[in-house]
């Protein structure tokens, strides 16, 4: 028995890259405090508080995009509603931290905080591949 290889089409590819963007994001630091005038520098990164749903949803978006290389028949669950609940729980990861972050005095700018500002730029460009996939229609 063949497995036939379905192309994943263009909103896939681009979950799947956003999905790679996050887990790289996700080691990055998120908040750095203090760090000048001799104060030692303390920061975060992604698999912190709720961040950390940030970095489950990358992985479940690897999973989604792999799913379909599994069996002959599409899966169920592969389609634009999984992908929007995946990007769901992230964008409640990521604001849910930056809520945690203001109160406290932490957001930063892109050179304290590159991670949480990567992980908005791969959150945008998994909501692109999510709308690219409804676009496209889903896969019966």
């Known amino acids: 028995m063949a497995i036939h290889r379905r192309p994943l089409g263009r909103g896939r590819w681009l979950a799947g890259l956003a999905a790679l963007v996050l887990l ?9 405090l203090g760090g000048s005038e001799g104060i030692t520098p303390i920061s975060g990164d992604g698999l912190q508080n709720a961040s950390f749903l940030v970095f489950l949803a990358a992985l479940a978006t690897l999973a989604l995009v792999a799913l379909p290389y599994t069996s002959e028949v599409p899966p169920a669950i592969d389609r634009t509603l999984a992908y929007a609940i995946v990007l ?3 964008l409640l990861g990521y604001g849910l931290r930056i809520v945690d972050l203001f109160g ?6 892109p050179d304290r905080a590159p991670g949480l500002w990567l992980a908005g730029l791969g959150l945008v460009a998994l909501a ?5 996939i409804h676009e496209q229609g889903d896969r019966r």
Request: a positive charge; proline letters at 4%; hydrophobic letters at 50%.
């Open 24 to 32: 790289v994001a996700s080691f990055l630091p998120w908040w750095q």
């Open 88 to 90: 769901g729980v992230a």
């Open 104 to 109: 406290r005095g932490a957001l930063g700018l």
């Open 128 to 132: 692109r591949g999510v709308y690219e």
